[in-house]
């Protein structure tokens, strides 16, 4: 079966698979990361707060993004993201927008709903008292929720985060779908350019599975770390 | 915003010659459900099976289902759904590889299976989870009474192990719903890739991803809805979850 494999396909695109494709994939990754969990601490605020609109609106929006397809908001964003710009810099005309820029919202605004749910978890699982005796120390509700609230939240939920993290790490292969050249769009133009289809794909297999049950090893190794500090 | 709204544009004729856009839309519902519910049924039965092995008392059967779960949680749902298009036909014996190609609706019978088997190590996950939920004295009981260790599966732990993870699994049925849309990559012309086509033939793009949209929506309140019945319906009274529906109270009462 591996007689007439041609390995050496994968060692000639090794630099535009990793330094091309990779750097893509891992860029995305972390940004998305970093900006999806500041835009969804805030959806968590949003819900858990007392104004009703605000609650609603954070209701809404983590509800309809987890009821829709991530393939079908890939294509909502890249077509919605050049009005959106346009609507921002008062352009005349839609602005042209790349191929990383339009992913990075698309992610960062999808995850968003998943770590604010997680999130949401995160600040429910302090206990009500402590926010009353910030209260009762006569500290405002942005002191409350930064110095004591959100950093014993995060700390609880960082092993949950970052097995999110590779969820999305998994779920960026999907801009395939607009042509983006990640670490799996890298991997199918070679394979169709040189006709080397199951070399590229069970190699892209074998990458991601790597990185992705090494990273969960390192979670689960940081969980039982954290869970001794405790 | 510079951009012409036409919303009748989902009662012409598409491209096709014989539907509107709007029937196109409903015939890729069609085929989202069907996918849905076929790799469900795959991913329900090895699901059960592999969640059941990591729970039995022989540690090489764990291990195997533990390499199982791994697998397929570890490797992005395109890439699988690539290896079962393009790389499977090439790597099994000629003639099979030869009649996988030439299946008819072969895109179909591959993202029902990448769908089942990706989804299938996440139900093992579930069904695991609710049975070491379970207090340990459950299965000691059932073996203490002479039951042997299949039966004590089959009448004590699965039967509650089920009911607990009712709720989760709901949660992984909505996702294999979505999750059918990835299978627009290997040609499935599932509901995302009609909107897809419609954007392409129309230039309509707002209007097709809204009705798309809006139908993924209304499935996912259905099938909730749905679920929440069916968990009331099972429900053990005075154990845990859903209360039980007003009928199967009446007829626990008139045992």
Known sequence: ?230 | MNYNWNWSIFWQVSPDGAHTYFQTLLLGTGWTLATAFSAWIIALIVGSLVGVMRTMPFPWLTRLANVYIELFRNIPLLVQMFLWYFVLPEVVPQAVGIWLKQLPNASFYTAVVALGFYTSARVAEQVRAGITSLSRGQRYAGLALGLTLPQTYRYVLLPMAYRIILPPLTSEFLNIIKNSSVALTIGLLELTARARAMQEFSFQVFEAFTVATIIYIVINIIITAAMRQVERGVAVPGYLGAQPTRRVRWRLRHV
């Open chain 1, 1 to 230: 079966m591996f007689s007439n494999f041609d390995f050496d396909v994968i060692a000639r695109s090794l630099p535009y698979l990793f330094l091309d494709g990779m750097t893509f994939t891992l860029t995305l990754t972390a940004m998305a990361t970093a900006i999806g969990i500041v835009v969804g601490t805030l959806l968590a605020l949003m819900r858990l707060s007392s104004i009703v609109p605000l609650s609603l609106f954070a209701a809404g929006y983590v509800n309809l993004m987890r009821s829709v397809p991530l393939v079908l908001m890939i294509f909502w964003f890249y077509f919605l993201v050049p009005y959106i710009g346009q609507w921002i810099t008062g352009a005349s005309s839609p602005i042209r927008v790349g191929a990383f820029m339009s992913s990075l919202v698309t992610f960062t605004l999808f995850e968003a709903a998943f770590f604010a749910e997680i999130m949401r978890a995160g600040i429910q699982s302090i206990p009500r008292g402590q926010v009353e005796a910030a209260q009762a120390l006569g500290m405002p509700y942005l002191t409350t929720m930064s110095y004591i609230v959100l950093p014993q939240a995060f700390r609880n939920m960082v092993p949950v985060l970052l097995t999110q993290t590779i969820i999305l790490f998994q779920d960026t292969s999907l801009v395939y779908v607009i042509s983006v050249t990640d670490f799996l769009g890298a991997a199918s133009k070679i394979a169709q350019r040189d006709g080397r289809l199951v070399e590229m794909y069970l190699f892209a297999a074998v990458v991601y599975f790597v990185i992705s049950l090494v990273a969960s090893y390192g979670v689960r190794m940081l969980q039982r770390r954290i869970a001794i500090i405790r």
